[in-house]
């Protein structure tokens, strides 16, 4: 399965101890450079190290995007990152792009990309029994990470929750 990510689910994950779920997932996880410069991986975030780690091991791997055409017109919308995951993944033929913000989503969408984000991930996880609780990782996102999560969008979590657990 080929894999393209953004920055913020290996940031949100790693922040609470969970990036080890893209690699039970999904194996490989590509990510571009202009994502590895967002990462700051230098900069001591709590979960750095799980990132570093993980480029090290190379389930991370980091490409250069070739189609820099795509990469400028999403820039007009859309931040360095999020333009190049998306380059990446189009020209990668990718299976799936890890997006959290809706924008950039939408435009996975408008490419004929199939995207997911940290919610997806964390409920991928639950239904096939690598976690128990994930409440409490999305509470942690909120707390540790800072990680946006509206009402509305809980009440959905809590219905799928529910849904996969009578």
């Not at 920055?7 to 779920?21: E, F, M, R, V, Y």
């Not at 360095?80 to 799936?96: F, H, I, P, Q, W």
Request: neutral net charge; hydrophobic residues 40%.
């Amino acid at each position: 399965m080929q894999v393209v990510s953004n920055s913020s689910p290996l940031i949100a994950l790693s922040g609470i101890d969970c990036l080890h779920l893209l690699k039970a997932q999904f194996g490989i996880i590509h990510i571009p450079d202009a994502v590895l410069q967002e990462l700051k991986l230098d900069s001591g975030f709590p979960g750095s190290e799980l990132i570093q780690n993980a480029i090290e091991e190379k389930w991370i791997q980091v490409q250069t995007v070739t189609d820099l055409n795509i990469v400028s017109l999403l820039k007009r919308d859309l931040d360095n990152g999020e333009s190049e995951a998306l380059s990446l993944a189009k020209t990668r033929n990718a299976d799936l792009v890890l997006l959290d913000e809706k924008e950039a989503r939408r435009f996975a969408t408008t490419m004929e990309l199939n995207s997911t984000g940290t919610i997806g991930i964390i409920l991928k996880a639950y239904r096939k029994k690598e976690i128990n609780d994930p409440m409490q990782l999305f509470h942690s996102l909120k707390k540790k990470v800072g990680f946006f999560i509206s009402k509305s969008m809980m009440l959905e979590i809590q219905k799928e929750i529910k849904k996969d657990n009578p």
